[in-house]
Every structure is written in structure tokens, then in C-alpha cells.
């Protein structure tokens, strides 16, 4: 049997199967930053959870014996079309925060066999969330400047400090921390990267509310908090590696564009002629808006050909790769444009907070505008990523940092 | 660069050392300075035809490979990095598309061979006027003594001086604007009535304006059908607008390698001039575009060669003219730029690549055109 033929078998059992068990509670709906929660999607959720999760499809690329589905990517690409195709989402790397996405990919990489059999099931299954505290207030972009410091005090580290923009820190029952353990070696030489439970005495957070009027990310504090010396994921003074691989599976994890959820929606174009109307001969009557519209479809078009043709040339490889940094910008620039033709389109109905004046879609177009501004922020920002370019793949001179 | 198969490799490979070695950019500016009226060396075609890059789309019956569409792109694109003239593009993609999609069985075994051997230069004559717009079509074509007869005139064709032949759009019925009405015909160069004259424009290439006089033609000179040639000439436009895809990939990237050389080795304020983060940050917003375009053209070639119906074929193409027209746009402008007083010698290359961009981008529809067409295509 070819791979092709392979592929259409799997795919058809997936279909079968996803129709079978996808709750109906739940078609059309996605747990989202700004969307349905988990409390209004309610048991549904937890039963499609567990299922998914017997299955191994919460992480379908990982091992079978860490909870995972032992599959190839394209059989994980084909699961999430099928889910998508039923008009059902996957919970789990939702439900997970950073946890299938970001630190399960870097504990696999790095993680010794007891970290990994104590913290890939818990991600796989989706009952363990992740937060990440990397940032702090005066190390952003600039994160190896980070100030948050770790002491050996045995068998633990003892941390103290502060983290900031730490999403999901309130909600999260762990978290991935990057620490100073040396204080003397230049700045990228003395950090470490540890893993530690949020529920303990030393670790408070506090929610930063955004302007698009949620609340999904923290101030975090570690006073004499404890991460277990079982829990340094890397070598000691060696976090900076990890890190910057778990950088780069957040920028990978980033790449696919914008999240055009339920198949049932209908097109920009068909939403942009229902809003502005059309000439006699069927053209959207705004000339100008028609032109930019085009324009971004075309960009959608060209980025959704470009990660095809990354994944094409890896043939099936789909490693981390150098390309990218083009696509989380490339998306970036997709979904922004959307989000603002979008609120363009609507006139003053996409002006709106809240209130019944306005459908809950246009309510929710607004929330997504707003938070979207946060793509190109971070997992390096765009002029980050544009750094990375030139410096990894074009091989220009460092500009950033200083000697 | 799509995941080639190894018979794709080694055709790419052999066309990047054929161009780079024998048709480079210095070798263009060998022939602008000529006088060769036909723009290209006769030399160069004759190796292409060896190499047998004419026989790319043909099936073996007819003396070609049948290698397909990305085939023929990966060999454009090497010529658009080194700005090789030559007929390639026009005969070998446009012309013997017309005969592939639309010649009856007399009409490919007539001149299906010859294309193969580059004995003909067949080339498509469409415009008639300063924009590209194919249904304005006015040319006329009337029915006299079971044949027909041509009056009218043809302007920028591609190759016009070098063509033995060319597929003719005219009006067999309706009026300049109507799809329907429009024919295509093949007319031989050297038919009476028909005349041409060189147009020197800024890329130095082979165009032509050819004027018909009463050319006088039989039945058998008709490719398609009477009246609904419409669609065939947009197929046949279509795979010249995906083969500049390619072309113009090629010239973006030569360009781009160029200013990225540049950025690493000029020094002003005592450093390299790509250690500015404003032309670092520049430069990978070039190679970004360039990479997303790329995929455009390759994506069209690709759903030529999937054997995609029409309406798909003409979205693919479309996006590919207009988005890689958009990059070669600006990246031939930053090739200047980031240059600076060197960019703008006639000595160095940089000009060519900025005059050809342009030429290169209105052929066949420009953006402006293009980003048009597909918004039709998706209904909006
Ligand atoms: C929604 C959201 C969720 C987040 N989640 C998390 C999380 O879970 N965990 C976590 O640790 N962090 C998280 N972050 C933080 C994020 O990683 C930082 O915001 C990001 O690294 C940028 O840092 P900063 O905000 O301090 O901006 P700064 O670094 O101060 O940047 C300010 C501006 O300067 C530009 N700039 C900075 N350096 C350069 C340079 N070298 N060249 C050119 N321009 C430059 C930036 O591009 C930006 O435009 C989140 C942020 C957001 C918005």
C-alpha cells in the first residue's frame, strides 16, 4: 500500500470515528481564550476529552507509553481535519495551556525518563495545565536578561522573584520557569530552566486584565517558592538551550495561520458583500476595500501554500525549522489583516462592546481584533522574528546584542 | 523550492550551470549593445533546443518529454536570474500550449515537431492595445470563400521579429469587449498582408507590432472553435502567466542574492551596511516575500500539472502573476536602493533587473489586472 492509500484509510477510520463519538453539545463551539468556557461546555467537554485522550490524540505525534498516539504528523494533521470537518475542536491542547504545544515537545527533547513519565501523561490527557513564567518586567524581548533567582538548597531550588504576562498562571497546576543559578557567568551562561507545582505557599498570582476586556494572563510571584532539583529540565546553567528550543516549538506552533474554526461559517467575501453590498455586475460596491480584500486573500492563499510546500520539502519531516520565523510573521500579518478588514467591513456594528444592539458575532469580532494585537507580540515579536531572519537565514551581523 | 523529483533536480541543475556558463547577464549585455534585430542569439537557442527545454510540455509522439509544467519552471526561472533572452517562454510554453489545447490532429503534427526543434518560433499575438485586456479583441476576421480574412493590428508580441508563426486572437462575430466572438488563428510570418516592425523597448526584447492587411486565410488556419475561442486563449494565457511566475521568481531571487551579497561586504561608518537594523530588518522582509511568493508560483505550475480544471488554473495563475509581480516590484526597486550610486551606473547589472521587472510584470496582466481577476473568480 502506498502512503497515500495508508493516509485514506486512516482517514476514513478517523472520520467514522470522530462521528461516532464527537458530542453533539459541542459541534460548532470552541474553548477559546475569548470563547466558550469550560464550565458552559460543561460535561460534554470532560466525556470528548477522555476520549480523545484514550486514544492518545491529545498529542498524536508523542510515544505511545507517555500518553501519546504514537502517530505519524500527517496522521496528526488528518485527526484535526476530520475533528474540524465534524464541526468539533480538540480540547486537549487547550486544556493544557502551554503544555502540548510548548513544554511537552521540550521535556521530550530534553527531559530525563522520570520527567517524562511524570509529566507527558498528565499533558497527553489533558488534565494538567502549564503556564510558562519567562518573561519579567524588565526582561522581555530581551529575556536573557532575566533577574528571577534561584538558590541550591539541596534537593530543591529556592526562587524568588517575578514574572509577568504569565498566561494562564491562575488556572495552571504547573509551571516552566527560566532562573538566574549564576550570578557571576555572562548572562545567557547562568540560566536555568526548572519545572514547579503552582499550588504551594511560595507562588501567588495576580490577573492583568487586557484591552480586549479578558483577564488571560498574570503577574506571578516566587517568594522562597520550590521547584524540586527532579524537576531542572536540562543541565544546570544550560536553561538558555531549552529555552530557546521551547521558543522555537512556540514559534512553530504559531505558524498555521488564522484559526478558521467551523467549516459552516461563511467567507470573508460573502460577510464583506452581506455588510457593504454590491455593483450590478456583482463587485463588492467598496472598489477600495475590494482591492485590499483580494489582496489579503491572496496572502492567506500564499501562506497556507508556503507552510505546504515547508512541509512538502521536509518531506514528512516536519522538524523545527529555520522558515519558521517567516510564518509566524506571515500569519501574523494574515490574521491581523482579517481582524481589521473585518471590523472595517462592519461599519459602526464593529464598534461595538456590548449590548444587544449588536450579533454576538460582531461582540466576538472586536474581542478577536483587540487580542490579536497580541500575536506579533509575542513568542518574539515580529521585529524579533525579523531579527532572526537576518541573522540565522540570511547570515547578516548581529545588531541586538552588544559584544 | 517544491520538493522536485531527481529528473527535476538534474533539469534545474543543468539549467543553472547552462546559464550561468553560456547566457549569463554579461551575455545580455553583449546583445543590447548589438545590433541583432531579434534580440536574442541564435546560439542560445539552439542550445536550448539540444537541451531539449522546447520539448518539455510535449508528449514523446511529437518528439518532446513531457516533463511537465514545474519542469518548465524550474529551466525558467534559472533564465530569469541571469536575464536570458530568448524565445523559450514565448514558443516553447505559449505557443506550443495554443497547439497542445487547441490544434486539431493536422495542426500538431504539422507544427508540434517543429516546435520541438525550434525550427518554428510560434507566438502568441493578443494586444492591441496599451493594456492587457483579451476580450477587447478587435482585430477583425471575416468570412470570405470558406476562408477568412485579417485586417487589423497586433502590438507588443512577445518575439514578434523572431516568430515563423503566430496564433492570432480576432473577432469573428460581436463586438471588442464580448467574450464570445473571438477566434484564434495560426499565420505564418511571412503570409502577404502581414507585416511587422521592431518596438525598442527598455528590456530589449524581441517585441513586435505586426499589422494584417487583408491577410487571407484558409479554413485550416482556425485553432479551436469559430466564435468560442475565449476560453481556449485564456488557457493558453494562463500557462504563459504561470511560466512568468516562474521566470519572474528567478529574476527576484537573482536580485535579491545580489543585494544580500552587497549588504555583506559594503562598509560605511566603519561596518558592513547589513548590520543596520533597518536593512537587515528590510532584507528579511524581502527574502519573506520572495519565499510566500515562491509558493504561488510553484502552486500554479503544480495545479498545471495536477491536470486542475480552468476556473482553478486561471485563480493559480492569477495569484502567482499578481503575487509574485508584487514582490519582483519591490524587490527590484530595493536592488537600486540598497545599492545606492552604484545601483544607478549604467555599468553595473542592477538596471537591467529593474527594467526587465517592469516589462516583465505587465506582460499578460499586470497586479493591477490580475488581483481583478481573482477577486471575480472568488465572487466578490
Ligand atoms: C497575549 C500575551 C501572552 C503572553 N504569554 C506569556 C507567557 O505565557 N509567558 C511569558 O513568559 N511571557 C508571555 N508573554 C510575554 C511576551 O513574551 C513578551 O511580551 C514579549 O517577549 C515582548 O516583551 P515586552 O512585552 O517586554 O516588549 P519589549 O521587549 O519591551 O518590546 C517593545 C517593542 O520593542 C521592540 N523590540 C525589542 N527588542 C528589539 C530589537 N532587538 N530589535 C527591534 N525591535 C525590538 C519589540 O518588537 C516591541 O515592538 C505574553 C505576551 C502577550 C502579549
Known amino acids: 500500500m502506498s502512503q497515500d492509500q495508508q493516509l485514506d484509510g486512516f482517514r476514513d477510520s478517523t472520520r467514522k470515528w470522530v462521528a461516532a463519538n464527537l458530542p453533539e453539545g459541542l459541534k460548532g463551539k470552541v474553548l477559546g481564550m475569548e470563547g466558550e ?3 458552559s461546555l460543561g460535561a460534554d467537554l470532560q466525556t470528548w476529552r477522555a476520549l480523545l485522550a484514550g486514544k492518545g490524540w491529545g498529542a498524536p505525534t508523542w510515544p505511545t507509553q507517555f500518553g501519546g498516539g504514537g502517530l505519524s504528523h500527517p496522521e496528526a494533521k488528518v485527526i484535526s481535519q476530520e475533528i474540524a470537518k465534524a464541526g468539533g475542536f480538540n480540547p486537549i491542547p487547550l486544556l493544557t495551556g502551554m503544555g502540548t504545544t510548548m513544554v511537552g515537545p521540550t521535556v521530550l527533547e530534553y527531559g530525563t525518563d522520570d520527567q517524562k513519565e511524570r509529566h507527558l501523561p498528565g499533558i497527553a490527557s489533558g488534565e494538567v495545565r502549564w503556564c510558562l513564567g519567562l518573561s519579567e518586567p524588565n526582561a522581555g524581548s ?6 528571577t533567582k534561584a538558590t541550591d538548597e539541596g534537593d530543591a531550588f529556592v526562587l524568588n522573584g517575578s514574572k509577568i504576562w504569565t498566561s494562564g498562571a491562575d488556572i495552571s497546576q504547573w509551571c516552566g520557569a527560566v532562573v538566574r543559578t549564576d550570578n557571576n557567568a555572562k548572562k545567557r ?4 530552566f526548572v519545572m514547579l507545582p503552582m499550588a504551594q505557599e511560595g507562588v501567588s498570582t495576580k490577573p492583568i ?10 503577574e506571578t510571584f516566587f517568594d522562597d517558592a520550590r521547584a524540586d532539583k527532579a524537576d ?5 546553567n544550560d536553561g538558555w538551550s531549552v529555552v530557546k528550543r521551547l521558543l522555537q516549538h512556540e514559534r512553530q506552533s504559531q505558524t498555521s495561520g488564522s484559526r478558521e474554526a467551523n467549516t459552516d461559517k461563511e467567507t470573508l467575501a460573502d460577510t464583506a458583500k452581506r455588510y457593504v453590498g454590491e455593483d450590478s455586475e456583482g463587485r463588492l460596491a467598496d472598489a477600495d476595500l475590494r482591492v485590499r480584500l483580494a489582496n489579503h486573500l491572496m496572502d492567506a492563499k500564499a501562506h497556507s501554500l508556503t507552510v505546504g510546500r515547508i512541509t512538502a520539502e521536509a518531506r514528512g519531516n516536519v522538524e523545527v525549522s529555520a522558515a519558521a520565523s517567516i ?18 467591513l462592519m461599519g459602526s456594528q464593529g464598534l461595538g462592546w456590548e449590548g444587544d444592539k449588536f450579533s454576538e458575532d460582531e461582540l466576538e469580532h472586536v474581542r478577536q481584533w483587540l487580542w490579536g494585537k497580541a500575536i506579533s507580540i509575542y513568542g518574539g515579536s515580529a521585529e524579533v522574528q525579523k531579527n532572526i531572519i537576518s541573522k540565522n537565514i540570511l547570515g547578516l551581523p548581529e545588531t541586538t546584542q552588544k559584544g | 523550492m517544491a520538493a522536485l523529483t531527481e529528473e527535476q533536480s538534474m533539469v534545474r541543475d543543468q539549467a543553472k550551470s547552462w546559464a550561468t556558463e553560456q547566457a549569463p547577464i554579461g551575455a545580455f549585455r553583449k ?5 541583432n534585430a531579434e534580440r536574442f542569439e541564435p546560439q542560445t537557442w539552439q542550445s536550448m533546443v539540444e537541451m531539449g527545454w522546447t520539448g518539455i510540455l510535449v508528449p514523446e509522439a511529437f518528439g518532446g518529454s513531457d516533463l511537465g509544467f514545474l519542469t518548465f519552471g524550474v529551466v525558467l526561472e534559472e533564465l530569469g536570474r541571469q536575464l536570458t533572452a530568448s524565445p523559450l517562454l514565448a514558443s516553447g510554453l505559449v505557443g506550443t500550449s495554443a497547439i497542445l489545447l487547441g490544434g486539431n490532429d493536422a495542426q500538431q503534427q504539422a507544427l508540434l515537431p517543429r516546435l520541438v526543434d525550434g525550427s518554428e518560433i510560434l507566438t502568441l499575438a493578443v494586444d492591441e492595445g496599451p493594456r492587457h485586456e483579451p476580450r477587447e479583441v478587435a482585430l477583425a476576421a471575416t468570412a470570405k470563400d470558406g476562408g477568412y480574412v485579417l485586417s487589423g493590428d497586433k502590438t507588443f508580441v512577445l518575439e514578434g521579429m523572431a516568430a515563423t508563426s503566430f496564433v492570432v486572437a480576432a473577432r469573428t462575430s460581436g463586438t471588442a469587449g464580448d467574450a464570445k466572438g473571438i477566434t484564434l488563428f495560426v499565420v505564418p510570418a511571412g503570409s502577404a498582408g502581414l507585416a511587422r516592425k521592431a518596438i525598442a523597448t527598455m528590456d530589449n526584447r524581441g517585441y513586435a507590432s505586426v ?19 475565449f476560453e481556449l486563449l485564456e488557457q493558453v494565457l494562463d500557462r504563459g502567466r504561470a511560466g512568468l511566475g516562474a521566470e519572474m521568481i528567478g529574476t527576484s531571487s537573482q536580485a535579491f542574492d545580489m543585494t544580500l551579497e552587497y549588504l555583506k561586504t559594503r562598509e560605511q561608518f566603519g561596518r558592513v551596511i547589513g548590520s543596520f537594523q533597518a536593512l537587515g530588518h528590510r532584507a528579511a522582509e524581502l527574502f519573506s516575500s520572495i519565499e510566500l511568493a515562491r509558493s504561488c508560483a510553484e502552486g500554479a505550475l503544480q495545479t498545471l500539472d495536477a491536470g486542475g480544471d480552468a476556473d482553478t488554473v486561471a485563480q493559480m495563475s492569477s495569484l502567482s502573476k499578481c503575487r509574485v509581480g508584487d514582490c519582483l516590484h519591490r524587490m527590484s526597486n530595493q536592488l537600486i536602493q540598497i545599492h545606492g550610486g552604484i545601483g544607478m551606473t549604467d555599468e553595473f547589472d542592477a538596471g537591467f533587473y529593474l527594467k526587465r521587472a517592469r516589462a516583465l510584470e505587465a506582460t499578460f496582466g499586470n497586479r493591477a489586472y490580475h488581483r481583478d481577476r481573482y477577486a471575480t473568480q472568488l465572487g466578490f
Open chain 1, 142 to 147: 530581551d529575556l536573557a536578561s532575566l533577574a
Open chain 2, 31 to 35: 546583445m543590447r549593445d548589438s545590433d
Open chain 1, 232 to 236: 531542572l529540565l536540562g543541565d544546570l
Open chain 1, 327 to 344: 510564518l509566524k510573521n506571515s500569519a501574523t500579518d494574515v490574521t491581523q489583516t482579517r481582524s481589521e478588514l473585518l471590523l472595517e
Open chain 1, 37 to 39: 468556557t469550560e464550565t
Open chain 1, 209 to 218: 486584565k487586557l484591552i480586549s476586556g479578558s483577564s488571560p494572563f498574570c
Open chain 2, 211 to 229: 499589422s494584417f492587411d487583408a491577410v487571407t486565410l484558409g479554413a485550416d488556419a482556425v485553432l479551436g472553435r469559430v466564435d468560442d475561442g
Open chain 1, 189 to 192: 551562561d547562568g540560566i536555568s
